[in-house]
């Protein structure tokens, strides 16, 4: 999970009376698998991207990153505390079934959607054997509502920023799939911990000293939870979490521009330009799609699964 913009335009033409493929839906709110509340958001809007952008014609898939491996192999009480809206997307992409799933490989942005594909039963691949990926679906920590889907990375375990990169650009399409909550009007708003930068080790003090000059003087670097020291990527890099003022984060792009300019710096957690489509998950059991130039979709499963559309304010 990145921060996520996408400011290209698209046509204005969209199809209405679209029909929302899980037809389980229709049950109701939180009855497709006895969840209810905030999971139900996360499955609504995982099912919806799963349903509407991975076809049958789609051989490489990539998968986000996902803070639980075990809410599709355990009791639903446990859903709880999944955190994450990234194992709905492989568990809806599971019942899919095999026939569906034989011929598709499966590319991991991290360990735990590594573990997600694995546990799952699915092929697991690499970006360096398949550079080329149909579609990436991926979750989001924080999301704005106007004319940008965007989503910032928590500290729960998520330090995979430079391979989400990689899988974001690498995708015919690149989806973000959220809940309700990650909604915010402007980048930082609810999540107050900062843009997550990967930077190699022996620089890290000096990439410090710049951010601090650029505008981040509380940035600092990520601290392990479970062991004594820092938190180390996949790659083998630190991260950095750097806080910044709001007339900073309202520009991602020229923000990213100018961290992704200080050496020693990987890779910054600014997605600019990349997202095709963020669905929501809603509390009424509604999922909302915005795309860029300012539309909102929204589905109303419990009714007639029809689509409105409408330009936002």
Sequence with gaps: ???????????????????????????????????????????????????RHIKSEHRVVGIGSGESILCLWITPEIHASVGSTVPYVVERIIAQGQEANKDRVFIPTGFQSKELIVKGNLVLGDVDQFPSIDVTIDGADELRTITTALGITGSKGGACHLREKVLAEAAESFIIVADYRKKSVVLGTSWKHGVPIEVVPFAYVKVLRNLNRLGSPTAALRMAKAKAGPVVSDNGNFIIDAPFDEQYMKHPLELLSQIKMLTGVVEVGLFCNVAKVAYFGEEVWRCSQIRPLRFLVSFFPPQDGSVTVRALD
């Design 1 to 51: 999970m990145g921060i996520y913009t996408n400011t290209s335009e698209i046509s204005r033409h969209t199809v209405l009376n679209a029909k929302l493929v899980p037809d389980s839906a229709h049950l109701g709110s939180g009855e497709v698998s006895g969840l209810s509340g905030i999971e139900a958001s996360k499955q609504l809007a995982a099912w919806t991207a799963v349903d």
